[in-house]
């Protein structure tokens, strides 16, 4: 399989990529560009989609949002915006020769892919959303639905640390991570490449956009888009775990709210289902997305 890597000039910048397969592809099979989760989390663990481009001939285009990664580092606080990250999709684009394409974007990266799709780009003949969010608020409250399962003891410690600020302690990294072994991704050991992307991440670009799942406290904590997803006009996947901390009530409405979208619920996985349930993911995916190329534009 070829892969091929590089860096794309953005606002001043270098936005690192790598491309498994070829582009284009020799049968004509569009392209799927991966936008990652995060934010600030680098791109390492949805590296099982690259066996696309062995698998079933078709390219998979990965990169690092800007400030995490293999991108360039930037410091400037003022860069963490949405907007920031959307345009950074159309430098991708551009970079590459990215003019018609499918578009996989994963938990935050979701969320791009929905802001990037409401400004009506050009080209993009596939959408999937995987553990989707389209309203802040509302993830939050599932997600204290499900830190109030956890055992008393594990409450109070995450309590306790975010009331006194002490979110940095041990006591409450350990709790954080008995809530993601449950609902962020089940195997154990979780595999390495899982486990470099979360070693990895940029926590004062995530702390700026987000927060913890439970008590959003960044820019987007009264972010939403429901009341624009009947704007989506083409073949939309939608893909969560049956564990998932996206809850099935947060998925639903961006189900429902799009005329046409399928949903795939993978009954194995929490939110990595990529990750768990790597070769039935794939397989989901591709069969979608050979499905979204047959389909006239706009359709």
Avoid at 225 to 246: N, Q, Y
């Amino acid at each position: 399989m070829a892969v091929t890597e590089g860096t794309v000039p953005f606002r001043g910048f270098h936005t690192w990529y790598r491309v498994a397969g070829r582009l284009p592809a020799p049968d004509g099979k569009l392209p799927l560009l991966v936008v990652h989760g995060g934010p600030g989390l680098p791109h390492d663990y949805l590296e099982d989609l690259a066996a696309l481009a062995e698998d079933d001939g078709r390219a998979v285009v990965f990169y690092d949002q800007l400030g995490c990664g293999r991108s360039d580092r930037a410091e400037d606080p003022a860069l963490w915006t949405l907007e920031t990250f959307v345009a950074e999709i159309d430098a991708v684009r551009e970079g590459l020769g990215l003019d018609r394409l499918h578009l996989l974007g994963h938990s935050w990266g979701a969320q791009l892919a929905l802001a990037y799709m409401l400004g009506k780009p050009s080209g993009v003949a596939g959408l999937v959303l995987a553990g989707v969010i389209a309203d802040a608020p509302s993830y939050a409250a599932g997600t204290r639905r499900l830190k109030d399962s956890l055992p008393a003891a594990d409450r109070e410690v995450i309590d306790r640390c975010e009331a006194e600020g002490t979110t940095d302690d041990d006591a409450y990294l350990g709790v954080t991570m008995s809530f993601y072994q449950r609902w962020l991704c089940r195997l154990d050991p979780w595999p390495e490449h899982l486990v470099r992307s979360v070693l990895t991440m940029r926590e004062d670009v995530n702390a700026a956009l987000w927060g913890p799942e439970w008590n959003i406290t960044g820019s987007l904590r009264d972010w939403s888009v429901t009341d624009r997803l009947g704007e989506i006009d083409l073949p939309v996947l939608v893909t969560s775990g049956r564990h998932d901390m996206v809850t099935p009530e947060v998925v639903r409405p961006v189900a429902e709210g799009i005329a046409g979208a399928e949903w795939a619920l993978f009954e194995k996985s929490a939110h990595m289902a990529s990750v768990e349930e790597p070769d039935h993911y794939r397989h989901v995916v591709e069969d979608f997305l050979s499905r979204a190329e047959r389909e006239p534009a706009g359709g």
